[in-house]
């Protein structure tokens, strides 16, 4: 399973890694995804979700 935020869908990204001499090569960035517990439809689960969606309150924190 990927490691994607259960709120927005955000995942890792790929592109180009470019040196001062221009040469190319792949890299990836990774979403800041941090493993939390959350009420999901009454129930407490442990799910990936990005901080963006933790610091916007989109997400409700289990206790």
């Known amino acids: 399973m990927a490691r994607r935020c259960v ?19 792949r890299r990836r960035w990774n979403a800041n ?9 009454g129930t407490v689960t442990s799910r990936y979700v990005c901080t ?8 409700t924190r289990a206790i």
């Open 7 to 25: 709120v927005c869908d955000k995942g890792t990204t790929t592109g180009n890694k470019i040196s001062h001499s221009n040469r190319k090569s």
């Open 33 to 41: 995804l941090q493993r939390i517990k959350i009420n999901l439809d």
């Open 52 to 59: 963006r969606c933790l610091k916007g309150g989109k997400v």
